[in-house]
């Protein structure tokens, strides 16, 4: 079961890299197994290029290593909080790829421009706070898990319906009910991440797109009345 | 016959893959038999990177599936819609390509700058009107065609001397006399989507080329004054 | 003697796609062997994916075929120009390349704000105005290479100090001592167009490099006293 | 000793080109032997894709050479100067890596604005003042490489903190303990560059980030309480 696991949320780190997501050690997955309660994790600062399988750390929710002869990601403690948080995601994506650790850094939200967006967010994909100095000082990592949580409660925001966030100053984070979904997620951030930085340099009076746009969109590929695709 | 065209319209699809126009599911050709009216079209959600040409679905312009085992793509009625208006149209090509997509996002025409436009499209590509809710909420694909109809129309434009339009908050559509000129025309608006989007950043006043210029390039390579290739 | 020509030439049109200057057709490079005064050139309309060596057009300087199956380049009496007037240059290459036509297009010289600029073009990049409605509804594409001269004998400038220009709604030509030469200058141009671009988003009030920096970067790569390389 | 060190510098100039930091000759990395004083360079105007690891030239920090068929480059003197002020820098990069080069071309600091940047530089990236028309016509390599150390002192940057510089009008230099560490700050530096630029042009009021979140994150990776990777 554990190896199944490491040999998923290995793939979808590698993924990262086949996408251009990330460069040397600039982002990871992880992927939990729901009965266990175990998730497996990119070990901290190991580069993509000669990472393996085994490689990969398995911890419980408590922040236990139960296998792995490496640390853990640095970022461990945002993704635990973020699983304690909410049970119905399987998987945790964090990259620095480049447009929407753009908007990161500029402290904007990505506003829902188009139906590329629309098929995937239901709604602005939210720029986080900027963590106070104490938050920074203690638990760093923890607390960021808590500004994303915060966040999303915040502005009533179901987390399987906008699977993704940017955090102030720094990049996204990504996620979704499995690997496969997560990164697939990470990846639509960042193209829409493109797109909407284009988007408001040939027009920045632009608005988000009206709602009924977003309703028929998102709702045409997730939820009980989609028609998108072979289900 | 039917397989020789799901092999061409499969080819295409995979054309817009290796030029960079789409990524996962991003997009969809079609192309039509004109003597039994049957078009081909590729499947809804299906991944480009496991599609073979056989997954390819056959329909009638009243959209009776007559050959596949799949759902046809989601946007099949607008083509349909586009070849019973243009019975001159062979092919229709839509993809969420980047630059073309940030325009339509921004929701401007993307104007005649220069001769690589010129050489493809004989004047500004127009931005269709954003649809309105009632056009949503019911038929909306079907109501995409039309819409399109309505710009070519309300402007004058022959769809074959302006191959390819965008869509407010959407994305492009293109087409052409066959798909192999229908996808040029998808990848030829890419490329003006994007020198156009620098145009402006360069200097945001200048204005589209003079209509001799135009007249010039046009003509260069199309109707019967044409002088360039080997014809 | 045309066997070896036509191979160089060849080669030249093939950098050019190697070095992702052109897609499609959207390019050509001619050479000239100064002896016979014949030069090759890309033949007009073909794609770069299918053109074999033997398939470039042999012409003399008053546009006569002397070998070839081909129709040349439609830019061909633009080369025949450029070759008559500067019996310095070697080869001559036209493209579309992107930030290089976006400038073009935006009707804007390309302002020498470095020393990536200033170690190959020894001053600002013109931008050559517009042709009249008369010069393009006649031999266009001579009077093309006629403005070309015309803004280089106005702005008093050897062409071999700035080996290229653009053309207003058009995009770059550039020349050079040999085809390797010249298609290396046509790279240089598009490298300098894409910073260029950037650094007046970065600061919309630079101004270009102080004439001892430009004397200082051309000087140590070309004429007597240059110390750059192995020579 | 020395097939050693030419060996490293040689990988280290070709990681350039795989890394898209150089085209043609744009670059040069050296490295230096601590104990005997010599360091090993990139052979001037030499080509990434014909040179091999002998043609390396090995120089004292007179500037006498000491090995090699080659003259060495032509920004050696600068090299020298690096290495002569601060013998904690066992590499040195020089690029025309594009966004750093705009930045240059622009003249403005590269400002901290998140994450990215804080892992590895503990600050603003700073742009170095033009030289003077003296400095550039006497010893300009030389003077280049003096400019720069007056920059570090007067800011009070100790090089190891801030690993890079950017230089008015011209474009970055790097450095490292190793030349493994150097090329990998050049890379950061140019994707920083990157990200700073999309940022700006997303906002362009944005600060840069609060000193507790550089403190962070700098020293979350380097000095004796880092906790990231697995030292």
């Avoid at 175990?38 to 290029?49: E, H, M, Q, R, T």
């Avoid at 490689?55 to 640390?71: H, I, Q, T, W």
């Avoid at 990164?183 to 027009?203: C, F, G, S």
């Amino acid at each position: 079961m554990l190896d199944e696991l490491k040999k998923i949320v290995f793939d979808g780190n590698i993924e990262l890299v086949r996408r251009n997501l990330v460069i040397y050690t600039w982002g990871n997955v992880s992927g939990i197994d729901k009965e266990s309660g175990l998730f497996a994790i990119k070990p901290s600062g190991v580069d993509y290029d000669t990472m393996k399988f085994d490689d990969m750390v398995v911890l419980d929710l408590e922040g236990n290593k139960k296998e792995g002869k490496y640390k853990p990601s640095s970022d461990t403690a945002t993704h635990i909080e973020l699983y304690k948080a909410f049970p119905e995601i399987g998987a945790v994506v964090h990259t620095h790829s480049s447009y929407a650790a753009s908007w990161a850094q500029a402290r904007k939200d990505i506003k829902a421009f188009g139906t590329t967006h629309a098929d995937y967010f239901y709604g602005d994909i939210p720029c986080a706070r900027a963590l106070t100095k104490e938050e920074i000082e203690s638990d760093y990592e923890k607390n960021t898990g808590l500004v994303i949580i915060e966040t999303l409660k915040e502005r009533k925001i179901n987390p399987m319906d906008i699977p993704g966030i940017i955090l102030s100053s720094h990049g996204p984070f990504a996620w979704g009910k499995d690997v496969h979904n997560a990164v697939h997620n990470a990846v639509v951030l960042e193209e829409v991440a493109k797109m909407a930085y284009r988007t408001i340099q040939i027009n920045p009076d632009i608005t988000r797109v009206e709602q009924y746009l977003l309703d028929k969109h998102y709702f045409r590929k997730h939820g009980k009345n989609s028609y998108y695709g072979q289900n």
